[in-house]
C-alpha cells in the first residue's frame, strides 16, 4: 500500500540494490502542486531552544517512542533474536534505545519484547546504563505487538513514534524532524529517502518458480524508500489499530494502517544511517557506521 495515495503498488526492487539507499517501503509521492503537505518542516533547534524549559513543555504535547522488538529476524540467520545481535559488542534494542532516548522530542520510550524474554530484556537495558525503560509484552504479531506497546504508554502522551528496533542507527535529527511534524499538525508522518534504483512492479508468474512478468516501471522520482520512526497523533494510532484490528486485516506497517482511515501520511527526509539491519551483510554495513561514528564522534 503506497503511504502517500492508497494505491496498491507493489514494486519489485532489483537484487543488490545499493545500501547508501536502504531497501524499505516504497511509495508513489505526488507532485508538490498535489500535494503541498509533503513539504511540512519541523520547528528548528534554534527556534526551539529560544523558548524556556518551562514554557516549551507547556506548549508542547508529551511524545513517547515504542519499539515492536518480539520479531525472530530468520533472514539473519538462527539464533538469538534480531533485536538483540551485537552490533559493535552492543545489542541492537541497546542501539535503538538510546537513539530514541537521546532525541530532544521524545520523553518516554516503551520496548515491547517476546513474553518468554521479559525478564532478560529488563536486565539488558539496565546493564547498559538507559533511562528507565518500560518493557511490556508483545504479541503474536507486530500489529499485536505495537497495539500493547501503545496501551501502555500514559495518558498524558500525545505523540507516538513507533521504531524498529531493526533501525539502531537512526540520528537523532530524523526522530525530531519526524515528532516536529506531528507537532505541527500532521496526523501521520514517515521518513523516507528517494529511491536511486530503477524499479518495476511485477505480476505474479505464469507458473511457480518463473519469470515474473513486469507490469509497469514506475517514475522513481516520485518513489522513496520509506524508514521509521514513524510518528502519529496519538488518537489517530490508536483509532486506525482498534478498526484494522477489529477488521482481522493484519499489516506491517502503522502508516499503511492509517492510510486505510483514509487519514493522509505525509513524508519527511529520512537518513541514509537509517536502514534496516536485516541480512548478514546489514549487519557488516551496520559495523562500519558505527566504526565511523567512533572516528568523527567519538561515539
Same mark, same amino acid.
Given at each position: 500500500?503506497?503511504?502517500?495515495? *492508497?494505491?496498491?503498488?507493489?514494486?519489485?526492487?532489483?537484487?543488490?540494490?545499493?545500501?547508501?539507499?536502504?531497501? @524499505?517501503?516504497?511509495?508513489?509521492? +505526488?507532485?508538490?502542486? %498535489?500535494?503541498?503537505?509533503?513539504?511540512?518542516?519541523?520547528? =528548528?533547534?534554534?527556534?526551539?531552544?529560544?523558548?524556556?524549559?518551562?514554557?516549551?513543555?507547556?506548549?508542547?504535547?508529551?511524545?513517547?517512542?515504542?519499539?515492536?522488538?518480539?520479531?525472530?529476524?530468520?533472514?539473519?540467520?538462527?539464533? #538469538?533474536?534480531?533485536?538483540?545481535?551485537?552490533?559493535?559488542?552492543?545489542?541492537?534494542?541497546?542501539?535503538?534505545?538510546?537513539?530514541?532516548?537521546?532525541?530532544? !522530542? /521524545?520523553?518516554?520510550?516503551?520496548?515491547?519484547?517476546?513474553?518468554?524474554?521479559? =525478564?532478560?530484556? &529488563?536486565?539488558?537495558?539496565?546493564?547498559?546504563?538507559?533511562?528507565?525503560?518500560? /518493557?511490556?509484552?508483545?504479541?503474536?504479531?507486530?500489529?499485536?505487538?505495537?497495539?500493547?506497546?501503545?496501551?501502555?504508554?500514559?495518558?498524558?502522551?500525545?505523540? /507516538?513514534? /513507533?521504531?524498529?528496533?531493526?533501525?539502531?542507527?537512526?540520528?537523532? %535529527?530524523?526522530?525530531?524532524?519526524?515528532?516536529?511534524?506531528?507537532?505541527?499538525?500532521?496526523?501521520?508522518?514517515?521518513?523516507?529517502?528517494?529511491? =536511486?534504483?530503477?524499479?518495476?512492479?511485477?505480476?505474479?508468474?505464469?507458473?511457480?518458480? *518463473?519469470?515474473?512478468?513486469?507490469? %509497469?516501471?514506475?517514475? &522513481?522520482?516520485?518513489?522513496? !524508500?520509506?524508514?521509521?520512526?514513524? @510518528?502519529?497523533?496519538?488518537? #489517530?494510532?490508536?483509532?486506525?489499530?482498534?478498526?484494522?484490528? &477489529?477488521?482481522?486485516?493484519?499489516?506491517?506497517?502503522?502508516? $499503511?494502517?492509517?492510510?486505510?482511515? $483514509?487519514?493522509?501520511?505525509?513524508?519527511?527526509?529520512? =537518513?541514509?544511517?537509517?536502514?534496516?539491519?536485516?541480512? +548478514?551483510?546489514?549487519?557488516?554495513?551496520?559495523?562500519?557506521?558505527?566504526?565511523?561514528?567512533? &572516528?568523527?564522534? @567519538?561515539?
Amino acid at each position: 500500500m503506497c503511504r502517500a495515495t *492508497g494505491q496498491q503498488v507493489r514494486p519489485a526492487v532489483t537484487e543488490g540494490a545499493d545500501h547508501r539507499v536502504p531497501p @524499505g517501503t516504497l511509495c508513489a509521492i +505526488p507532485t508538490a502542486a %498535489e500535494d503541498t503537505n509533503l513539504n511540512a518542516q519541523p520547528m =528548528s533547534p534554534d527556534a526551539a531552544a529560544l523558548r524556556a524549559p518551562s514554557e516549551q513543555a507547556a506548549a508542547d504535547p508529551r511524545t513517547a517512542a515504542v519499539i515492536p522488538a518480539a520479531g525472530r529476524g530468520v533472514r539473519l540467520g538462527p539464533g #538469538t533474536p534480531k533485536a538483540l545481535r551485537s552490533l559493535n559488542g552492543t545489542p541492537m534494542l541497546v542501539h535503538a534505545v538510546r537513539a530514541m532516548a537521546q532525541a530532544r !522530542a /521524545v520523553s518516554l520510550v516503551v520496548v515491547v519484547a517476546p513474553r518468554e524474554s521479559l =525478564s532478560a530484556v &529488563r536486565n539488558l537495558l539496565d546493564e547498559h546504563s538507559l533511562p528507565e525503560v518500560p /518493557v511490556v509484552p508483545g504479541g503474536e504479531t507486530r500489529q499485536d505487538s505495537v497495539r500493547l506497546g501503545l496501551a501502555a504508554l500514559p495518558d498524558d502522551v500525545e505523540i /507516538v513514534l /513507533v521504531h524498529d528496533a531493526a533501525r539502531p542507527l537512526v540520528p537523532a %535529527e530524523v526522530v525530531d524532524a519526524v515528532a516536529g511534524a506531528v507537532r505541527d499538525g500532521a496526523p501521520a508522518v514517515v521518513p523516507a529517502l528517494p529511491v =536511486s534504483d530503477t524499479v518495476k512492479r511485477v505480476a505474479a508468474p505464469l507458473q511457480t518458480g *518463473g519469470p515474473e512478468p513486469v507490469v %509497469e516501471t514506475p517514475d &522513481r522520482s516520485r518513489l522513496r !524508500a520509506v524508514q521509521t520512526p514513524q @510518528g502519529f497523533a496519538r488518537a #489517530t494510532l490508536a483509532a486506525a489499530h482498534a478498526r484494522i484490528g &477489529r477488521e482481522g486485516e493484519g499489516a506491517t506497517d502503522d502508516a $499503511g494502517m492509517v492510510e486505510r482511515l $483514509g487519514v493522509q501520511v505525509v513524508v519527511v527526509p529520512g =537518513s541514509e544511517q537509517a536502514f534496516k539491519v536485516t541480512r +548478514p551483510l546489514d549487519l557488516v554495513l551496520a559495523e562500519a557506521v558505527l566504526a565511523r561514528r567512533r &572516528r568523527t564522534d @567519538g561515539f
